[in-house]
Structures are given as C-alpha cells and as structure tokens.
C-alpha cells in the first residue's frame, strides 16, 4: 500500500508535493495565529489550559478545559478561580483566591490560594512565600469546558499516541489529492 502511494507521488511530480507541504504549513500557521490572537485579546500567554489534577473537585474535574483572561486593572476577590505559576515550578495550578491584601495604594495585591479538595492553603506550594503576587498569575478562569481536555492528557500520559496522531494528521494532509 505504502508502495503505491510512493509511486502516485511520483505520477503526481513534486508540483503537487510543494502544494501538499504548502497546505500543510498554511494549517499550521493558522493555529498559530489563531492561538497568539486569543492570547492577545485575553491578555494571557496561556489563554486555554487542560485541568491535570483532581485538586478543585467538585467544582472543576480532571480533564476540563478552562479559558482564561487576564483582568488588567480589576482586583481579584475571594472565590475567584485562578491559575497561577511559581518561578521553578513545573506546571500552573489551578486554584481558588481565599484570601487577598492589596498594597496601600493599590500597586499590587497579594494573594492566597487553595484547591477546593485540599485540606489546607497553599502556602507550602509557594517556595518560601507566603503570598502570590499578581505577577505571578497566567489568568482568571472565565468558563470551562468538562472532559474535553482529556485527549491532551492521555497524549502527555503516552506520549506515542501523540506521535501516531500526530503521524496521521500530517499524511492525511499531505497525501489528500485535492
């Protein structure tokens, strides 16, 4: 089969192959401006994220895809979701605000965070500090969507299955005879 498609390619002349690669560069770089696009109107790096951990349950599961934005002049208030990153720390967490102090005149504000199925704050998530600065924030979730995420976790679990998909994809692409 693979033979036959080899020496299709070859009939077809590398005209159609350039356009096939072409294509494939144009879906690309769509998702790419798309997702930079997104970035910039939520005012976030990361304006949709995959839930890894059973941390906020109930109100958030494993596997739910959370949008995010990035309020620029508004404080955060108790009960508000947030994602934030720690320097050093390998992925964001997810977490509710418990606690919030602003500075006097309102240059910054120093926030407490804990995940609903946690027995205490995050204190000890911190590396030292005893509050998160608004710096250290990626985003305010805004909606979420349940168990769509769990194709990106089962990819990061096997990391094969990203590759065959991946694998799949790109031929189907490159192969389409369009």
Not at 56 to 81: K, V, Y
Request: a positive charge.
């Amino acid at each position: 089969m693979l033979r036959d498609e080899l020496a299709q390619l070859r009939r077809l002349g590398i005209r159609h192959v350039l356009t096939q690669a072409l294509n494939f560069a144009l879906v690309l770089s769509t998702a790419l401006m798309m997702w930079k696009g997104l970035a910039v109107a939520c005012n976030t790096d990361s304006p949709v994220v995959v839930v890894l951990t059973e941390s906020m349950e109930p109100a958030i599961q494993r596997g739910d895809l959370l949008f995010l934005t990035m309020p620029r002049s508004t404080p955060l208030s108790h009960g508000d979701i947030t994602i934030y990153k720690v320097p050093g720390a390998p992925i964001p967490i997810v977490h509710r605000v418990i606690e919030t102090h602003n500075e006097p005149n309102n240059t910054d504000q120093w926030i407490l965070t804990k995940g609903d199925n946690n027995p205490v704050d995050d204190v000890g998530l911190y590396r030292g500090m005893r509050y998160l600065k608004r710096s250290h924030l990626v985003g305010k979730v805004q909606a979420y969507v349940p168990y769509v995420g769990y194709g990106t976790i089962l990819m990061n679990d096997y990391p094969k299955l990203k590759y065959a998909l991946l694998a799949i994809l790109g031929g189907g692409i490159l192969l389409q005879r369009e």
